[in-house]
Nanobody, 122 residues
Framework: VQLQASGGGLVQAGGSLRLSCAAS????????MGWFRQAPGKVREFVAI????????YFADHVKGRFTISRDNAKNTVYLQMNSLKPEDTAVYYC????????????????WGKGTLVTVSS
């Protein structure tokens, strides 16, 4: 599975962005696709994840109510809609696939895409 993330950019605080991640290769209904982020000098952290078959979603506490995650099964694409962005959301955002979703830890992911940079100005 190869992943290609896009949609990052520069936005003012309070603004919105939508990230996309297109997967090549088969995404089985048992898989999950998610988003993580890594700010400068910080460890990579979980943002949101969606189970490919059931569509069940999970969010990190710091993005609940502001971010939503969705998928388009036909396009093998997952989206991250980010609203009410804050400067602390500035990071490189990565999409990932988990073949056996049991955790939201970055170490549990099986495939990673290259990141896309999101910069939120104050």
């Amino acid at each position: 599975v190869q992943l290609q993330a896009s949609g990052g950019g520069l936005v003012q605080a309070g603004g919105s962005l939508r990230l996309s991640c297109a997967a090549s290769g088969r995404i089985f209904s048992s898989y999950a696709m998610g988003w993580f982020r890594q700010a400068p000098g910080k460890v990579r952290e979980f943002v949101a994840i969606i189970r490919w078959g059931a569509g069940t979603t999970y969010f990190a506490d710091h993005v609940k109510g502001r971010f939503t995650i969705s998928r388009d099964n036909a396009k093998n694409t997952v989206y991250l809609q980010m609203n009410s962005l804050k400067p602390e959301d500035t990071a490189v955002y990565y999409c990932a696939v988990d073949r056996n979703p049991l955790t939201t830890s970055p170490g549990g992911m099986d495939y990673w895409g290259k990141g896309t940079l999101v910069t939120v100005s104050s």
